[in-house]
């Protein structure tokens, strides 16, 4: 049973470019969360959807940054117009449920340049 | 919003002791969670706490779920150098804006001297 899929691994940016973050949940997983860590912290809630829906996005920067999670298919994180500060691990979880236990991907790098 | 202090901020030990760390919080949470992290993966669960008071095992790992929904600690025992990383607490919340979404710890740092 396959555990949460994040692609790429490693992604570098210029400033200004685009970047497209995917996450594959766990099989029978509808619901999916995003966090974002930067270099010696905690990690901090982004945004939360379920299929087609986006339930929580209170973590999310209003301006640059969208996530979907298409009825087929990965969710998808997606910043425009990168900055430095952007640069950071972000990571998907997913869970069967609302309550139930998040289990989470290997994480995408980020740096922009 | 919710936050959640964590402590020790890093710990250094030998082989073989026991290790005890623990998270508070302001708020009420209905879930804690305990991950373990390695340098550049994900996070890892090892231990998931749903009831106040609620003890619970996973091999040399114990954890506790407080009584006042405030706070828990995880115990590691007789360390071995596999157990080195950095170890969160998570909360997720009780309701409304807080269902689903995980409030973390800043972890803690372990360091296992052989």
């Known amino acids: 049973n396959a555990g949460v899929m994040q692609n790429p691994r490693h992604l570098v940016r210029r400033r200004g470019q685009e970047a497209r973050l995917r996450c594959s949940p766990m099989?029978?997983?509808?619901?999916v969360y995003w966090y974002r860590q930067l270099p010696e912290e905690g990690l901090k809630f982004m945004v939360y959807?379920?299929?087609?829906?986006?339930?929580?996005e209170s973590g999310m920067p209003k301006e640059r940054f969208s996530a979907e999670f298409p009825k087929e298919g990965p969710s998808i994180l997606r910043i425009q117009q990168v900055v430095r500060g952007d640069s950071a691990a972000y990571f998907c979880?997913?869970?069967?449920?609302?309550?139930?236990?998040?289990?989470f991907g290997p994480g995408t790098r980020l740096t922009v340049l | 919003g919710q936050q959640l202090n964590q402590s020790p901020q890093s710990m250094f030990i030998q082989e073989g002791e026991d290790v005890s760390m623990n998270c508070t919080s302001s708020s009420i949470f209905n879930t804690w969670l305990w991950y373990k992290q390695d340098p550049g993966e994900g996070p890892v669960l090892l231990i998931a706490l749903y009831k106040a008071g609620e003890l619970t095992s996973n091999g040399r790992l114990t954890a506790q779920f407080g009584i006042t929904r405030k706070d828990s600690f995880l115990n590691i025992s007789a360390s071995i150098p596999s157990d080195v990383g950095i170890y969160f607490c998570?909360?997720?919340?009780?309701?409304?804006?807080?269902?689903?979404?995980?409030?973390f710890g800043q972890g803690t740092i372990l360091t296992v001297h052989p």
């Open positions: 099989k029978g997983h509808s619901h």
């Open positions: 998570a909360g997720q919340g009780a309701g409304g804006t807080s269902y689903g979404k995980l409030t």
């Open positions: 979880a997913s869970s069967r449920d609302r309550i139930n236990e998040q289990f």
């Open positions: 959807l379920q299929k087609e829906n986006i339930i929580d």
